[in-house]
């Protein structure tokens, strides 16, 4: 993913880390990050933002995807 250009991105980019931080400690770095973000939006873009990550999360991107 490219650097986040808003708070909804960066939402999704931190709620993705925290899922797959090496260690707890990072993992709740993310959430703390993911917290702040999620206090600039709605309800329903934070959802959003929660169901976007999963999927990103469920079907992580091929390794040629990026050519």
Do not use: W
Request: proline fraction near 6%; charged fraction near 30%; glycine fraction near 2%.
């Amino acid at each position: 993913m490219n650097k986040p250009t808003n708070d909804y991105e960066a939402l999704c980019l931190a709620l993705e880390l925290a899922v797959t931080a090496p260690n707890e400690e990072k993992s709740a770095q993310a959430l703390e990050m993911a917290e702040g973000f999620a206090s600039n939006l709605t309800e329903i873009e934070v959802g959003r933002a929660k169901r976007q990550a999963e999927q990103t999360l469920s079907n992580p991107p091929k390794e040629n995807d990026h050519e």
